[in-house]
């Protein structure tokens, strides 16, 4: 499930944050009392320079928090949930999706596409890699291709080579495969059991 709230910058080609600083001069003593120091206030604006997020696009900043339980990837709130598990374990496509449902979210469809960035994501705050899961997405018969959403087909250069495979009869159902910085969808019987990432 996505609780972020994207918002623009000012500048879309430097992401900025700035604090002001104040120093304290002292300067020359008065004439009319030698002893007396006359503070002069300067104050300083320094800037500091934050990397964009290649998952954000420029110009953008994310708002938070996920909820608990569930990690940021990108602009997307994630559950991973692979065996072995301290509460689940693999399971068919439907019964991934139910679970989803049932802690209030759905199977993941990354809402900027399976990009480097993304898989880079998965790898690196969730620790996973070359493995297979079952995503969003399904096969459909009325228009005789897998799509992500109703009307949204899967991109061709989403998938792995020789993909989409088995029969176009809704059997068959959608995975993402994660290994060294890249996502392929593949496919594979609906009821294989396989590890899920809700989100």
């Known amino acids: 499930r996505r ?7 000012n500048d879309a080609n430097n992401p900025t944050t700035s604090a002001n600083q104040t120093t304290t001069i002292s300067a020359n003593p008065t ?14 604006t320094v800037t ?9 696009p420029a110009g953008q900043t994310i708002q ?28 068919s496509r439907e019964d991934a999706d139910q679970h989803c449902k049932g802690i ?12 480097p960035d993304w898989a880079r994501h998965l790898q690196t705050d969730l ?7 079952w995503i969003g997405g399904s096969y459909s018969i009325s228009n005789g291709k897998y799509e992500l959403r109703p009307g949204s087909p899967v991109p061709a250069g989403w998938w792995r080579p020789n993909e989409p495979a088995g029969p ?12 060294n910085n890249s996502v392929r969808l593949l496919t594979n019987l609906c009821t294989t059991k396989y590890a899920f990432i809700c989100e």
């Open 3 to 9: 609780t972020s709230v994207v918002t623009d910058t």
């Open 31 to 44: 004439a009319a009392n030698p002893s007396t120091v006359n503070p002069t206030t300067v104050t300083t």
């Open 48 to 56: 500091t320079t934050i990397p964009q997020d290649p998952c954000i």
């Open 64 to 91: 938070f928090p996920c909820d608990a339980g569930w990690t940021r990837v990108c602009s997307d709130c994630l559950q991973v949930f692979e065996a072995p598990h301290p509460y689940d374990a693999a399971k």
């Open 104 to 115: 209030g979210g759905e199977l993941a469809i990354p809402s900027r596409g399976f990009s």
């Open 127 to 133: 620790g996973i890699s070359d493995e297979s899961f």
């Open 168 to 179: 176009k009869d809704g059997t068959f159902c959608i995975l993402a495969y994660v290994t």
